[in-house]
């Protein structure tokens, strides 16, 4: 699939574009959508989801470049994903946003979380392996200590701690970036 010419196809409202998509980004979207609800809703909601997901992508092609389809496809996947979870039951759902700051920290008013997301994933790349992974597999899939644990063949008080320090670099990093500020 050539992403960039399906895009543009799916800006014409072209259905066979949509259906491409579709057809290579359901697996994606649905791991994610399964990752984000733990098991906590049925294989029918997660069909919905991900059904949703895709009606999203295809009301909101003008917002759309070829370079960040699949993130794209994951923020609205995560969000549709939460959304039904807190039909679902009422629970509490953090961002990895969220997540890594203390209560005593908070984020300046002014500031754009688009660019507060991509300094993040700078961040989280640049602490390198296996912690990056780490972060990713427990904020963004939503994955368990003990699962990463078992798929990175590590113990699981190993995961667990590499996690807590790599939310503390990132802090560091957000803090030196100049994203964080102290409350007084």
Same mark, same amino acid.
């Given at each position: ?80 994903? @939460?959304? /039904? *979870? +807190?039909?679902? =039951?009422?629970?509490?759902? &953090?961002?990895? %946003? ?5 209560? !005593? ?54 995961? @667990?701690? /590499? *996690? +807590?320090?790599? =939310?503390?670099?990132?802090? &560091?990093?957000? %803090? ?5 500020? !102290?409350?007084?």
């Amino acid at each position: 699939m050539n992403v960039k010419e399906t895009i543009e196809q799916l800006k014409q409202h072209n259905d066979s574009a949509l259906e491409e998509i579709i057809q290579a980004y359901t697996p994606y979207i649905s791991t994610i959508v399964y990752n984000v609800s733990r098991g906590a809703i049925s294989t029918e909601d997660i069909e919905e989801v991900c059904a949703d997901v895709f009606i999203t992508l295809w009301k909101n092609t003008d917002n759309i470049k070829p370079d960040t389809l699949k993130g794209y496809l994951a923020v609205i996947a995560k969000s549709r994903a @939460k959304d /039904k *979870l +807190r039909t679902k =039951k009422n629970i509490n759902i &953090t961002d990895i %946003e969220d997540a890594e700051l203390s209560d !005593e920290y908070s984020l300046a008013d002014d500031l754009d979380n688009s660019e507060l997301s991509r300094e993040l994933r700078s961040c989280v790349s640049d602490l390198g392996e296996p912690d990056s992974e780490i972060v990713i597999r427990y904020y963004y899939y939503y994955q368990t200590s003990k699962k990463i644990s078992e798929i990175l063949n590590m113990n699981a008080d190993t995961v @667990k701690t /590499k *996690l +807590r320090r790599a =939310k503390g670099k990132l802090r &560091t990093m957000l %803090e030196e970036r100049g994203y964080i500020y !102290e409350n007084k």
